[in-house]
């Protein structure tokens, strides 16, 4: 009997699942917002996520529902385990990469590092939060944000008038988290895949550099970490993966700051970006470790493949004939580079395909990965810090 | 505009060009002879590929036609270019793969060192070849074998009269192939890949170990291989890709003697599984290598990402639940080996999947190999060398 996975949403991270599936054979199931979608191989159903009927007729033919994002509702996974369908991560644990603030509430229980925080759901309370951190502050919409979107630096309450009117407000969880805009030396991205009989596997720690609060790109392992600084990564990671009961990859993106705390920043209960690397520089990259671990298969080792590997996202570039003319100067130019493309079309600063290249330096390695990317378009590297 | 290729047959070589493709964004199509086959996930065709206007049909909407297997007759290819479609490996340099006397003649005009040969129409033509050659001979049917079908080592030639009737002569050529049963150290398999713009790109030269014909266990690189013997094996690929136009990935299946010559014993022009290991063994595997080869995309880097990496085929094994319990098994044992399953149903001796595990040390590699194909109830492990 083959297993089967079904998988809620059907952009570049279903995708980059198939090709785990293939090679497992494992028989994996897509269910897509829209034809045509990055996963289009896979799609099986076309249908709308938070419409609890189509999701669970979905799920009734296969072994186990994962995730390509976070926005099914609370309500419908619910119905999903009332119905014995097995949802990996569970509700319980995707209440927290779903919603900042329950998030927020439940690392400060657990007594782990992160930012200065708190809710606000007036401007009196972002004026107070301002006063008291330098008058600058991150705020957040705690539900309905990525890659930049519902995050804001404010240095003034005015500034988010629009998301403390009322209708809004209540969209987006009723509260706004108000964090303090950590000075941090970089970011770090710990990654982790659990299974629910309990075992987990951490990939080395890795850097991570944002531009407009996109991820742009990934250094593999972080370099010139301190073994402190590894060892709390690797413990924040662990004890989130262990007392939410995730299950499945789950990706902590953290804060170095200059004098060695590590901070948690956000969550991601699914295969994530920072863990694009792993693919081609670790022996288990995170879209085999994924499905594995929904479905309680063994957990593969995450054992590094060379002394370093860069990942480089490819934000925006070419359509149709000018894309395979990047395409042939890219694999013409780095030979060693890792070329994963995600079948979308273009638009400015979109997220269509990255790079990886692996090797001994990581100076070169990046250089490499860099040339690659830059030749197949992206209109983000020359913004990378140097 | 994504590029496109079709591939005629839907055995596992088609299915593993899947992960490729959908890395590199490639829209491959699939010719199946049945529904249901090893790479039904790509088949957008069911047919039958001695039918020119059905593969006519199929190959209008692609950029290439490629194969998973040599089985297309001459007459279909010839119809194909005819129709203006771009077919790689091109008819002319397959002949050589579909018809070991053409390939024997031609290996010898190129001077490259082959084992005895000559070809034989009747009883007296191999009784005559028996007694040059101490009375042992590899009897092969030119075409239409695979896997140690249409081969026998034979001590008379009554033991090929069944292949000596007139109509089976007819259908395997009008000849039989006899071959000098050659002495050697070991077999080894050197892979290439050629653009039609003619870059090729060499992996390193591997050991191979057949059971009963079949490919059972590769060793990469091969064990202590001498400078003139590797040296000998990376010509004989170079000449024989390019002076056979080959495009796409050769496979050149080799003799090394204890003399340290190396002879020429079989050619496939396509993915094979003496390649299997460069997938996770190198950073560019084999099914990669050949979308772009075939496309005349640019090639990637072939280096080893480890010292060594051993493949082992599971041939035979177990079906349904047995063969979920047999994958935790060795999943759990061996939380390194990269397990590869081609989705077909069980028969004895049935090539159902490979393992691969790379490393260091290659004598724990192998074992480990070993180990994880065992628990994957390979019928063929305990028959390999120690």
Request: with cysteine; charged share 20%.
């Amino acid at each position: 009997m083959t297993l089967r996975v079904g998988v809620i949403g059907a952009g570049q991270l279903a995708r980059m699942m198939t090709p785990a599936a293939v090679e497992l054979d494992i028989d994996l199931r897509v269910f897509a917002e829209a034809a045509g979608a990055s996963a289009s191989l896979v799609t099986t159903v076309v249908g709308d996520h938070v419409d609890a009927e189509q999701v669970l007729a979905f799920a009734r033919d296969v072994d186990v529902i994962t995730f390509d994002h976070e926005h099914v509702p609370q309500t419908v996974l619910a119905r999903l385990e009332a119905d014995g369908v097995a949802v990996r991560p569970g509700p319980a644990a995707l209440r927290h990469a779903q919603d900042k603030l329950v998030m927020r509430r439940r690392v400060a229980e657990l007594g782990l590092g992160q930012p200065d925080w708190a809710a606000a759901s007036d401007a009196a309370g972002v004026a107070a939060f301002l006063a008291a951190h330098g008058g600058r502050a991150i705020v957040k919409t705690p539900r309905g944000g990525y890659d930049g979107h519902g995050v804001r630096l404010v240095t003034a309450a005015d500034q988010v008038a629009d998301w403390l009117a009322d209708d809004v407000l209540a969209a987006v969880g009723g509260e706004l988290l108000l964090e303090e805009a950590v000075d941090f030396r970089r970011e770090l991205s710990q990654q982790i895949a659990r299974r629910p009989s309990g075992q987990t596997a951490l990939w080395p720690l890795v850097a991570s550099e944002q531009v407009d609060g996109v991820c742009a790109e990934v250094i593999a392992p972080a370099p010139d970490t301190t073994p402190a600084v590894a060892e709390q990564a690797a413990r924040i990671a662990m004890t989130l993966a262990e007392r939410l009961d995730v299950t499945g990859v789950l990706a902590v993106e953290l804060f170095e700051t200059p004098d060695g705390r590590v901070l948690v920043n956000e969550l991601a209960m699914r295969p994530h970006n920072s863990g694009h690397w792993n693919v081609d520089g670790t022996v288990t990259g995170q879209f085999e470790q994924h499905l594995r671990a929904v479905l309680d298969l063994p957990l593969g080792a995450t054992d590094p493949i060379a002394p370093c590997t860069v990942m480089v996202n490819v934000l925006g570039g070419h359509d149709g004939v000018e894309h395979e003319s990047d395409l042939r100067a890219a694999l013409a130019a780095v030979p060693e580079a890792k070329v994963h493309w995600y079948g979308k079309t273009y638009r400015p600063g979109r997220k269509v395909g990255h790079v990886n290249v692996s090797g001994d330096d990581p100076a070169q390695v990046r250089a490499r990965a860099r040339q690659a990317a830059r030749l197949l378009g992206s209109e983000v590297v020359d913004r990378l810090s140097v």
